[in-house]
């Protein structure tokens, strides 16, 4: 017979679990979540293994990629242009995380398929800023930022909460790895390093805007309702700890900061939560 506390301890990570996983795969479409492939394009253990899996750092990190894409104005006008993103912000975020997932470590054909399918949306997405200049979504250097966005703010994600940072080389060997996707995707440049990564944020600054439609997107953003009330003090800290991560530049931009007292708070709270999950998931 177990002991109380080791029926304990089993019951919370079974909730725990369950309460992520209904997060991110849409249980009444069937969805579930995506199991590890021996024929994954990349290895079990290599750097873009770890960083995609630690669902802390991936939400984090994806939200301030959010945050940082928003900010060029034809990233912008595609989601403002094309998006749900008013009414099914979960849906976005289980579409996105559903995609790295399966290209990250589903079986290769599923990956491509997904490849493939992103692709063909991007292709039928298009319009016109309103300056009257025009966008497409398959732009390349358009998925560029879309793509070094989402690498960095990952990396910056686990670098602060994952389980053991990665290494220079290591960092490098991410991007490395996560350009294989960028790339079947059509974005060009693709950073393969660290130091390209920082050198095309650093080219794609001046492209960079806010007005009213950024600041309404963001505002939808970070208030969305959580999905459960036990969701809703983790989403907070999580969208806390996203701003967080953001370049002061970026935080500039958005007019928004963590005051400096409660930097701990957020930090501390936010790598809890980070080691609560992992023990949730073994």
């Known amino acids: 017979m177990p002991s109380l506390p080791s029926l304990l301890a089993r019951q919370a990570k079974s909730r725990l679990v369950r309460e992520v996983r209904a997060t991110f795969n849409d249980?009444?479409?069937?969805?579930?979540?995506?199991?590890?492939?021996?024929?994954?394009?990349?290895?079990?253990?290599?750097?873009?293994?770890?960083?995609?899996?630690?669902?802390?750092?991936?939400?984090?990190?994806?939200?301030?990629?959010?945050l940082l894409q928003m900010l060029h104005p034809k990233v912008l006008a595609g989601v403002w242009d094309h998006s749900n993103f008013?009414?099914?912000?979960?849906?976005?975020?289980?579409?996105?995380?559903?995609?790295?997932?399966?290209?990250?470590?589903?079986?290769?054909?599923?990956?491509?398929?997904?490849?493939?399918?992103?692709?063909?949306?991007?292709?039928?997405?298009?319009?016109?800023?309103?300056?009257?200049?025009p966008y497409r979504a398959d732009d390349p250097r358009l998925l560029a930022?879309?793509?070094?966005?989402?690498?960095?703010?990952?990396?910056?994600?686990?670098?602060?909460?994952?389980?053991?940072?990665?290494?220079?080389?290591?960092?490098?060997?991410?991007?490395?790895?996560?350009?294989?996707?960028?790339?079947?995707?059509g974005a060009d440049p693709v950073p393969r390093s660290r130091a390209e990564a920082d050198r095309l944020i650093?080219?794609?600054r001046p492209e960079l805007m806010v007005d009213e439609r950024t600041r309404e997107v963001a505002d939808l953003v970070l208030g969305q309702r959580a999905r459960t009330p036990l969701a809703a003090p983790v989403q907070q800290l999580t969208f806390a700890a996203a701003v967080d991560l953001l370049p002061d530049w970026a935080r500039a931009m958005h007019r928004r900061r963590t005051p400096a007292l409660a930097l701990p708070i957020v930090r501390g709270g936010t790598a809890g939560v980070a080691r609560t999950l992992r023990w949730a998931f073994g």
């Not at 080389?169 to 960028?182: K, L, P």
């Open 145 to 185: 930022w879309v793509h070094v966005t989402e690498a960095t703010m990952f990396l910056a994600a686990w670098q602060r909460y994952g389980r053991t940072p990665l290494t220079a080389a290591e960092q490098d060997a991410y991007f490395d790895q996560f350009a294989t996707i960028a790339e079947r995707l």
């Open 27 to 66: 249980i009444d479409r069937g969805e579930k979540p995506v199991p590890r492939s021996a024929d994954a394009l990349f290895p079990a253990g290599s750097p873009i293994a770890r960083v995609h899996g630690d669902v802390t750092s991936m939400m984090a990190g994806g939200v301030a990629a959010l």
């Open 202 to 204: 650093g080219a794609m």
């Open 86 to 133: 008013r009414t099914d912000m979960l849906g976005r975020l289980r579409r996105t995380a559903r995609f790295i997932a399966v290209t990250t470590y589903g079986a290769r054909a599923d990956a491509e398929r997904a490849i493939a399918r992103v692709s063909a949306i991007h292709a039928h997405v298009g319009g016109t800023l309103p300056d009257g200049t």
